[in-house]
Each structure stands twice: as structure tokens, then as C-alpha cells.
T-cell receptor, first 113, second 113 residues
Framework: DAGVIQSPRHEVTEMGQEVTLRCKPI?????LFWYRQTMMRGLELLIY????????DSGMPEDRFSAKMPNASFSTLKIQPSEPRDSAVYFC???????????FGPGTRLTVT | EDQVTQSPEALRLQEGESSSLNCSYT??????LFWYRQDPGKGPEFLFT???AGEEKEKERLKATLTKKESFLHITAPKPEDSATYLC??????????????FGKGTKLSVKP
């Protein structure tokens, strides 16, 4: 298996623009997680899905952030409009029921200028 | 409030110099404690899960232990390739990896030859 796939790997955008991050989980996994990592706050969970249904979105910072999982093999995290404080590395992770671990993707480094 | 605190923030060792990393937690009802390794520019990679006080897990030069209030990651005779950031995490609500993991900010380990 190729592991969790994220795209793009790097994104540079201007303040006010819409940003869409993409994630393909490991085939067969029924849990999908979106995290954000910064130096100040570390790794924080934004939202997670089980069987394509959002279970906990309490970590989503503002209404500017939205996440969807239209099917078991694809999820998006959208920021609209983007702000400089959104600059961070965004990770997607997936897990199967009963798994002992979450499998992380390589991350998307977002820079908002 | 559930919290995870790691110390030290950074640790510099000479090759072969053994040491320990600490992860202390305050959660109501521990449902597991996870250790991950993160290399620069990559997503976290799972190392261990511990579920009960007194439990120990080993992998090569690493050994993780768990008490009722903290976990230690012991590194015996480290090599330069052990250089990475080590993260610990606890689930906030559900057990295992199918829930909201709270991560510490990590310990950045550097091992010099």
C-alpha cells in the first residue's frame, strides 16, 4: 500500500484566497483525521471522520475551515478565506477499526502571505 | 483539562550516551498512551502503545514504560539515526487510535557521532 497520500505537499497563497488540501487514506481504513502542526501549538486535531461521517469537529478553529469526506477514499480540508495565521503543516491520518495506531501522511506545508 | 507535557523540549546526546524522555499526562481515565517518532519534513510514525501502569514495550534501542502519571522513553546507546522528534499522545475520549488524540509538543533528540 502507498500509505496515506496528501496533496499538494507545499502550498503558498495570498491572504484571502481559498485553499483546498486533499487526502487519500489507506484503503480499508474507516477513520480519517485532519491535524495541524505549528511550533507554538504542536500537533492538534482539527476534525475526524468515521465511515465518511464527521464525528468530532471541535478542533476546527473557525467557520473559515471546512472538511468533507465524500467517499471512503477521499477527503478535503478547505480554508476560505485564508489568513497568515493559518500557515502550518497540515497532516491527514487514517486508521482501521481495532488498529493500534494512526497512520500519518507526509503533510502539506501551507504558507499564507 | 486533559493535558500532555513532554520534557525536555530538546536533548543533545553523544552516540552511545543513554538517556530518557518524559511524558506526563493528566487525563480522566487513561485509555492508552502512544509514542510516535517524527523526522523532519515527514508525518509522525508510530512506535508504541501502552495501556496499563507497569507495562513496558521495546523496539531496538528504545524502551517505553508507563506509570499512573507518566511515561518514559528510554534510549539505550543511541545512534545518530535515532535523531528525531519524539511525540507522545493520549486519547481524550475513545480508546485506541479511533478518537481524539492529544499530543505533547515533543522532545527533539539530536545524537552526535
Amino acid at each position: 500500500d502507498a500509505g496515506v497520500i496528501q496533496s499538494p505537499r507545499h502550498e503558498v497563497t495570498e491572504m484571502g484566497q481559498e485553499v483546498t488540501l486533499r487526502c487519500k487514506p489507506i484503503s480499508g481504513h474507516d477513520y480519517l483525521f485532519w491535524y495541524r502542526q505549528t511550533m507554538m501549538r504542536g500537533l492538534e486535531l482539527l476534525i475526524y471522520f468515521n465511515n465518511n461521517v464527521p464525528i468530532d469537529d471541535s478542533g476546527m478553529p473557525e467557520d473559515r475551515f471546512s472538511a468533507k469526506m465524500p467517499n471512503a477514499s477521499f477527503s478535503t480540508l478547505k480554508i476560505q478565506p485564508s489568513e497568515p495565521r493559518d500557515s502550518a503543516v497540515y497532516f491527514c491520518a487514517s486508521a482501521g477499526t481495532g488498529d493500534n495506531e494512526q497512520y500519518f501522511g507526509p503533510g502539506t506545508r501551507l504558507t499564507v502571505t | 483539562e486533559d493535558q500532555v507535557t513532554q520534557s525536555p523540549e530538546a536533548l543533545r546526546l553523544q552516540e552511545g550516551e543513554s538517556s530518557s524522555l518524559n511524558c506526563s499526562y493528566t487525563v480522566s481515565g487513561l485509555r492508552g498512551l502512544f509514542w510516535y517518532r517524527q523526522d523532519p519534513g515527514k508525518g509522525p510514525e508510530f512506535l508504541f502503545t501502552l495501556y496499563s501502569a507497569g507495562e513496558e514495550k521495546e523496539k531496538e534501542r528504545l524502551k517505553a514504560t508507563l506509570t499512573k502519571k507518566e511515561s518514559f522513553l528510554h534510549i539505550t546507546a543511541p545512534k545518530p539515526e535515532d535523531s528525531a522528534t519524539y511525540l507522545c499522545a493520549v486519547p481524550m475520549n475513545y480508546g485506541g487510535s479511533q478518537g481524539n488524540l492529544i499530543f505533547g509538543k515533543g522532545t527533539k533528540l539530536s545524537v552526535k557521532p
